[in-house]
Each structure stands twice: as structure tokens, then as C-alpha cells.
């Protein structure tokens, strides 16, 4: 994307922004700038005329019969004519062929007040002109008014997707439709102008309409951004908390988003989703959305402060519930019987029914005193109440006709219900429970992968799954999956089957997958959701509503279904050989057999949220390597042709289009002979294969010796372990405490809701030695969310767990990773002075050793203990060192830490890197 400033023309990659350097060109002398091609930009050069400017040679030169003397703040280049326009003046039209200049015939010393304000480009490829005193066709060179909006003022042209022409005028935007007045808009505005007006005049200055209806515009004097919306005008600048500034242009990406230039406060990014987020506030505090009913076009938000009801079509709502000032009064769920819609709730204070219309009909809502609602048919039902019990009902569960189960624990809070034959599946907070209609008898599913709060129960394909804060379990396969794909599972709350796909509510979004859980779609904050938090997922054949945190989305199911997360490929920057830029135009480079060291620099044009994208390169069609930035190193390769691959991803599922380097290097005489290279890979196996023996027949001797140390040291381990619990859930609390002591009670709230379940964790772990890895990698996920929380998204983690590993089988010492993680984020990541990454990695190497490397690109060991205290040395990371000395005692395995500051391998580089070897 590229700027025209005051100081010349930016260029930004959605990372940084690199000024371009134009020779001979001041600064400014630039009036505008339009992209002509994949390689050239149109220069508008005041006093000068219209330039072509080629990006890789950095140089200009004027377009042919373009170079004229005068000043073109906007323009339009056809196959024939060239459109200059000077605004609020006139506009010049060029023969392209000829270079005859015609002149403005409505300008001129008779008329001097007809001025030309825009010029516009239909998608049909005619040009209009907005003049003082109407609408004009350009096209084939010369100015015909029209008689549409005949003596109107037009002060700018855009077009809808569908075509429709939407013209702004003096305080009014109309929308035109085969030269007919289809529509008439006039802007009602919340605040006024703070710049003085002559005549009061608000006229319509600017104008974008996107793809979803929207229409986003600037009204004279041009110091706020508005956005026209199913019948209201909403103050953009005012919503999102901007100062009114002078605003130059407003633009349109592809994606929708809106780019506002200013005059003096720079550009403002505005992310423009195709969902419509809604909250529902009650004393200016966002409630959490639990669960949302459709009906027609009425929408009933389950609050966690009462029952809300909406009309999408003219966005009227209606209190249905009210919010209790002094206890909260969440709304669990809502359902159908009878054409009455229930909704459930705690209080038995107010149990007044409640109305609610669109233009066909009137609904009618009533509550019912229960957790979860289950409808058999008109007659039954069954309900969890408040005290722990699961009861048959009659419909509306006014009636108590059974008793099925009544939990001896009432503090177990039942989250779901599903029948299935004679089975009922219920999901609770203390695990996963059958109850069998037959036998009338109820059991608890005791296995290792629904040892959880089970947050959501579904019936998919013949499976039955079960939701939970560790991801999903295959329930009678008794599988647990943490990961989709690429995608790990943080906190499932929602698992829905609808058109053959698996959508998933996650504490990190809405996962949507085929059925066989390969991830298809990701949607969160960074695609448009106001949390990502997800609670619940509503879907019919035309919308689909996410319920979260902070509100609502809603969005067209086509909308959802032709998304396309895919980025642009990815732009190959400089290729350095050795240290130096080779400055190449072409993507295949030649290289003679003394030449090595290649460093590959690219950039990747995506403008939302950049700190999201994925890398990865390959070479030679071999296996993928995931990169953090936009650039790679090769080190030395062998002589012959080689091709590398790169691609970027803004989700980790969907990639784009491979970018290429094809590389040829001269083959050196060395690299043709094979039979040394054999004969030297043969006897460095001969001799491993003698140092392995050799080393076994020693360990053996060694562990014979070790063994009356064993019971002595078996009681150093677990004190390590008694030590290391408390030091974890100190620092945890400090994190609470810090949104506690910031009057932050949404944050508060969530943030114990997300802690206790790992407090839960911890406690049940805490006395075991040995921990599985999906157990551990559970705990660290809920331990790095926490920590991210509190500050403030100062950092992104990746954990990535190698396909070969089992996770249910293997086992590693309780507690060995977090002092480690925890230290890389307070020493390492906060004091830099940007966003920082964390890597966390689990890896075979070779048949018997797990590799695990904990890796940060912050300030660094070194640095971090010039900022400590004197003396200071790490309690945890110190006590891990000596677990995992003693585990090598008592096991004979190899087991032991590494640490090291990044700058001291490359000095460019910067950061620590942890390693755990742990032999199995």
C-alpha cells in the first residue's frame, strides 16, 4: 500500500513503513499517486504533469503527452483520455493519442462558479464528473450533463457492489440506480461541527461504500468519519474514541477495511468486518452473551444480567428480563414449546412473562426456575434445577414427575444434556455422567481423558464427543484431542454439527471443521469477533450468531462460507549471498561453487493485526519449516539446482501461494566424490557402533554402584516437587491481584474463572512425581493465557507438539517447564520495549529422547542479569536442575538443562533459549 505525504510517498508491507527514494523528485512537488501496474506507480507532479515511476529501478519519467504544466489532485488514465482534475476548480481532458488538451468548457471567466469536485470511474468503465450544478458523462471526452439530479450540487461519486451509483450532495446522499433517484439519505448527526460553516451547509464530501451495505463518508468540514447503517448515522471517530482531525481521503482495501488519511494526526487503520457485533450493557458494563434464540427476524440474547431481545432488521430492543441492580441475574438458556419461549434462570423474585413483536407476530416469553432445559416433546421434559438434581418433567417443568439422579455433591453445576435411545448423557463440572432409563441407574465415566469440567456434550457421525478445557474427548474411543490441525484446543465451551461441518467455541475463537476435525476456518478478534471467548453458536440456513464475552456476532451464512483467509503471496525483499545484497530483479539467482551463506528477506502485505501471520519455507520439495520472521538463512548448500518455497498464513490452516527462488550454484569437484563420502560415513558408524556398546557396558557398572543411593534420593525429588507448587501458585495469585487491585471486575471475573480451573489442575498433580505430557501441556496452555491477560497481550506463545509424540503414554517430572516459561516472560520478554513471542516446543529426537525447548526473542540472559538484583538467583529453574540430576541418578537416563543466551551464537539474534533432554 503506498502514501502520498508531505514528505514524499510511503510504502507500507503491514509491518513497517519505508519511504520510497524518487530521484530528483522533491517532496513536495507530489500531488497524488495510483498504482499503473505490479511494478509501476503514476506519479500526479505539481506544475509537471503525470509520471510513470518503475519500483525497481527507482526512476521516472513523464508519460507520453502527460507532461502538462498544471496541478492534478486527482486523476483518471483511460485506454484514450487522461482526466486531470484540479479540485474545487476545474478538470482538464487529454487526447491520449493526439495530446490535444480540451479544456474545461463549464470553467470559464462567463461561469467561473461551475466547479468540478470528483471524478469517478464506474465499473462499467464511464467517467463522471461532479461539477456545481450537476452530474456529468466524461466518457468519450467531452462534458454531458445529465438530467438526473439536474442543478444539484455533486460533491463526490462511489459505487456499490451491486452498481448502484450513491452520490454525495449538499447535506443529502442519494442513491441512483439506471440514472433514477432510487433513494434519497439524509444524515442525521449525533455531535456538530466544532469548524464554522457558511451557510450551515453539511455537504457529503467523501464517500465509500463496502461490500456489506455500509456506506462510510465525510460531511464538510471533513473532520469526522461517518458510517451510514440500517438506517442511522453512526460518528466513527466518536465510537472508537478519536479527536475530530481534518481527514485528506478515506480508502478501501480489499478486505473491506477503511484507511482514513489525515491531515496532520497521520492514517488511521479501521478493521470493517462482514459480521455485526452487538452488546447488550447494563450500568455501562458489558455483559457476557451465554446463549442466543432466532426467530424470523427477532434475536433473544440469554445475558449473564437478564433476557435481551432485538429486531435485526431496524436494530429495536427490548428489555424481556430485567438486569438485578444488586445480585446478577444470568439467563442460562432459552427454548420453544407450545409457541411459548422459555427462558431459565436462578431468581424466583420476578416471574412476570413478557411480549415481544415483529410486523407478523407477537411472542410471548416466560421463565422457568431451572440450569438446563431439555425438551423431550409437548408433555416431558428434563431438567437440571439449582440443587444438583436431574428430574423428569412434564413440558414446561412446572411439574416434577421423576427424580432421575440427585448428585450427593450440590455444589456440582450440570453445563449440558443429550438423550440418545435409552441413554442421558450430562455434562458437570465434576466430569461426565450416563444415566441408563432401564436400569434407572446412573455411573460416572472414570477415564483419564474426561478427567475435566465438561462444558458441552454432541452426538456427531456415530461419535460422541464431549467438550472440556483440555479440548475434546472421543468418548467411547476414550481419545483426547488437543489439537486440530496446527490448531491447539484451549478451553472448548461449544461443539455444534450443521451442513456437514464441526463447529467449535473456543476460549481462542470459532474453529470450524470437516468431519473429520480438519480445520477448515478460524474466526476471532482479529477477523471481527468483540472476544474470543466464545459461549455458544447459533446457526440456521441464512446467519450465524456467536455469542461471546462481549457481545454478540452476527453474520450471512454465504459471508461465512466465501470467506477466503488466504493471504497474497509473499514478496521476495533482498537475497543476501555472504553478507552482500545481491540486488537482482529475477527470482532465480546463479551462484559460482565459492559462494555460500544465503539469507532470503521477504515481506508479506497483510495490513490486520500483522503479529498473527505464520511463515514457513521449504527447500528442494522437502518438509516445511515454520519461521517467526520475514527472513531465512540457508547457510551453505551443495552445488546444482535448488528451489525454496515460502508462504505465509494468517490462521496456520489456509497458506498462500508458494513464492519461488530457484537457485543455481556451481558444483564443486569435492561434491562429486561419492566413494570418500561413503567410505567416511562407513567408519563413523563402525565407530559409533563400538563407542555405543562400549558406553551401555559402562552405564551398567555405574547403576549397580547407584543403587543403595536410590531410596535417599527418591525423597529429594518429591521435596523438590512440595517446593516448586506453592513458588507456581504465588506468582498466579499476584496475577489476579493486579486486576483486583484496578477495579477491572470483568477481568477480574474471567480471569478467576480461567485460574481456578488450573489451581484445580495443579492440586491434583501436585503430589506426583511423573506427569503426562498432555496433562502438562493442558496446565501450561491455562498458565500462558493467564500471564498473557495480565499483560496485556505484551506477548504471543506457540506450543507445538511433534505428530510422533503420544502424549496420553509419554510422562516427564512434574513441574520442569513453568519456573523456565515463567522467567522468559518477566526477565526476558517485559523489559523489551516491544511485542515479544514465546516458543515452546516437544520433539523427538532420534528413538529415545525428548527434546524440549523453551525459547523467547526478548532482551535477553545476559541483559536481564545486568537489570536483576544482586544475588538474585531463580528458585525454580535451579531446583529443576536438580530434579532432573537426581531423575538421571534413580533412572540411569540422561536428563538435564541447557540454557543460553541467543546473542552469543549470532549477535544479531536476540533472546534465551532453554533445552530439556530427557532420555525416555
Not at 502527460?66 to 492534478?72: E, I, N
Amino acid at each position: 500500500m503506498y502514501f502520498t505525504t508531505q514528505n514524499g510517498i510511503y510504502f507500507y508491507d503491514g509491518y513497517k513503513f519505508d519511504k520510497l527514494s524518487i530521484d530528483s523528485l522533491k517532496s513536495n512537488a507530489l500531488l497524488n499517486v495510483s498504482l499503473k501496474n505490479a511494478s509501476e506507480l503514476q506519479l500526479s507532479i505539481r506544475d509537471e504533469g503525470i509520471a510513470a515511476f518503475n519500483l525497481k529501478t527507482k526512476s521516472y519519467q513523464f508519460e507520453k503527452n502527460l507532461k502538462y504544466p498544471s496541478a492534478a489532485d486527482n486523476f483518471i488514465i483511460t485506454d484514450k483520455f487522461a482526466y486531470l482534475l484540479t479540485t474545487q476548480i476545474r478538470i482538464i481532458i487529454i487526447d491520449l493519442a493526439t495530446g490535444k488538451q480540451m479544456p474545461d468548457e463549464f470553467k470559464s471567466k462567463k461561469n467561473d462558479i461551475n466547479q468540478a469536485f470528483c471524478v469517478f470511474k464506474t465499473l462499467d468503465n464511464k467517467i463522471l464528473v461532479g461539477r456545481s450544478d450537476g452530474l456529468y458523462d466524461a466518457t468519450d471526452g467531452k462534458q454531458k450533463r445529465l438530467e438526473v439530479l439536474k442543478n444539484a450540487k455533486i460533491n463526490s461519486i462511489t459505487q456499490s457492489k451491486d452498481g448502484k451509483l450513491i452520490i454525495g450532495s449538499a447535506g443529502k446522499i442519494f442513491i441512483l440506480n439506471n440514472n433514477k433517484i432510487e433513494r434519497e439519505i439524509t444524515p442525521k448527526y449525533k455531535n456538530k461541527g466544532i469548524t464554522f460553516q457558511l451557510g450551515g451547509e453539511k455537504s457529503v464530501t467523501k464517500l465509500i461504500s463496502d461490500d456489506y451495505g455500509r456506506i462510510w463518508f465525510t460531511s464538510y468540514p471533513d473532520e469526522n468519519l461517518y458510517l451510514y447503517q440500517n438506517e442511522i448515522t453512526y460518528d466513527v471517530f466518536d465510537i472508537l474514541g478519536i479527536p475530530p482531525t481534518l481527514i485528506n481521503c478515506i480508502y478501501k482495501d480489499k478486505q473491506q477495511n477503511i484507511w482514513v488519511g489525515t491531515f496532520s494526526d497521520g492514517v488511521y487503520f479501521i478493521q470493517n468486518p462482514f459480521f455485526k457485533s452487538i452488546n447488550f450493557n447494563y450500568k455501562n458494563k458489558v455483559l457476557n452473551v451465554n446463549e442466543v434464540y432466532f426467530k424470523q427476524n427477532l434475536l433473544f440474547a440469554a445475558t449473564s444480567n437478564g433476557l435481551f431481545g432485538l429486531n435485526v432488521n431496524n436494530n429495536q430492543t427490548k428489555v424481556l428480563s430485567h438486569p438485578d441492580e444488586f445480585i446478577t441475574e444470568p439467563i442460562n438458556g432459552i427454548s420453544e414449546i407450545n409457541n411459548t419461549i422459555y427462558y431459565f434462570k436462578r431468581s424466583q423474585f420476578d416471574m412476570n412473562s413478557s411480549l415481544f413483536s415483529d410486523s407478523k407476530k407477537i411472542y410471548r416469553f416466560k421463565p422457568i426456575i431451572v440450569k438446563q432445559f431439555l425438551p423431550l416433546n409437548n408433555n416431558t421434559s428434563i431438567v437440571a434445577d439449582w440443587q444438583a438434581n436431574i428430574l423428569l418433567c412434564n413440558g414446561d417443568a412446572s411439574k416434577t414427575l421423576d427424580t432421575l439422579i440427585s448428585f450427593p455433591d450440590y455444589r456440582v453445576s450440570v453445563n449440558a444434556l443429550l438423550k440418545d435411545d435409552n441413554s442421558l448423557f450430562i455434562a458437570t463440572s465434576s466430569g461426565f455422567f450416563i444415566y441408563d432409563f432401564k436400569t434407572k441407574k446412573y455411573h460416572n465415566v472414570v477415564s483419564p481423558e474426561l478427567n475435566y469440567k465438561i462444558n458441552d456434550i454432541a452426538l456427531i457421525g456415530g461419535k460422541l464427543y464431549a467438550a472440556h478445557e483440555a479440548g475434546i474427548t472421543d468418548v467411547h474411543a476414550k481419545k483426547l484431542i488437543q489439537q486440530v490441525g496446527n490448531l491447539r484446543l484451549n478451553g472448548v465451551k461449544k461443539i455444534k454439527m450443521f451442513n456437514n461441518q464441526i463447529w467449535l467455541g473456543t476460549l481462542d475463537g470459532v474453529f470450524i471443521c470437516d468431519k473429520d476435525l480438519q480445520p477448515i476456518k478460524v474466526f476471532n478478534k482479529s477477523t471481527g469477533l468483540p472476544s474470543n471467548s466464545i459461549n455458544d453458536i447459533t446457526l440456521n440456513e441464512q446467519n450465524v450468531c456467536i455469542s461471546t464475552a462481549r457481545g454478540i456476532s452476527i453474520a450471512n451464512l454465504v459471508d461465512i462460507t466465501n470467506f477466503n483467509p488466504a493471504l497474497k503471496p509473499v514478496v521476495i525483499n533482498y537475497i543476501y549471498v555472504d553478507g552482500k545484497n545481491l540486488n537482482t530483479t529475477s527470482d532465480t539467482i546463479t551462484l559460482s561453487s565459492s559462494q555460500s551463506d544465503i539469507s532470503i528477506y521477504f515481506y508479506s502485505p497483510f495490513f490486520n493485526k500483522p503479529s498473527k501471520q505464520y511463515y514457513r519455507y521449504r527447500r528442494d520439495n522437502g518438509d516445511w519449516k515454520v519461521i517467526e520472521n520475514t527472513s531465512f538463512e540457508l547457510g551453505s548448500i551443495e552445488g546444482g539446482k535448488h528451489k525454496i518455497e515460502i508462504s505465509a498464513s494468517a490462521d496456520n490452516i489456509s497458506w498462500s501461494q508458494n513464492a519461488i527462488v530457484l537457485i543455481k550454484k556451481e558444483v564443486k569437484l569435492s561434491e562429486t566424490q561419492w566413494m570418500y563420502w561413503l567410505f567416511t560415513i562407513g567408519a563413523v558408524l563402525l565407530i559409533s557402533g563400538i563407542s555405543f556398546v562400549w558406553i551401555k557396558r559402562v552405564k551398567l557398572i555405574a547403576m549397580k554402584r547407584l543403587q543403595e543411593e536410590q531410596q535417599v534420593n527418591l525423597l529429594k525429588h518429591q521435596a523438590m516437587n512440595a517446593l516448586l507448587s506453592p513458588h507456581f501458585i504465588f506468582n498466579s495469585l499476584t496475577s489476579i491481584q493486579n486486576y483486583i487491585n484496578t477495579n477491572n471486575s470483568l477481568k477480574a471475573s474471567e480471569y478467576l474463572a480461567k485460574f481456578s480451573r488450573l489451581i484445580r489442575m495443579i492440586i491434583e498433580k501436585a503430589s506426583q512425581s511423573d506427569i503426562t505430557l498432555n496433562d502438562e501441556i493442558a496446565r501450561l496452555t491455562y498458565y500462558l493465557e493467564l500471564e498473557k491477560e495480565r499483560f496485556k497481550n505484551k506477548f504471543d506463545y506457540v506450543i507445538n507438539l511433534d505428530p510422533e509424540l503420544n502424549g496420553a503414554e509419554i510422562k516427564i517430572p512434574n513441574m520442569i517447564i513453568q519456573p523456565h516459561v515463567e522467567n522468559c516472560i518477566i526477565h526476558g520478554i517485559l523489559p523489551k520495549q516491544s511485542h515479544g513471542t514465546l516458543h515452546v516446543t516437544f520433539k523427538k529426537e532420534g528413538k529415545s529422547k525428548l527434546l524440549i525447548t523453551i525459547e523467547d526473542d526478548g532482551i535477553g540472559m545476559i541483559k536481564a542479569r545486568e537489570h536483576a538484583k544482586t544475588g538474585h538467583k531463580s528458585l525454580g529453574t535451579s531446583t529443576i536442575k536438580t530434579i532432573l540430576e537426581i531423575n538421571s541418578k534413580l533412572t540411569g537416563k540422561d536428563q538435564k538443562v541447557t540454557m543460553v543466551d541467543k546473542s552469543t551464537i549470532d549477535p544479531n539474534d536476540n533472546g534465551t533459549k532453554i533445552t530439556i533432554e530427557l532420555e525416555q
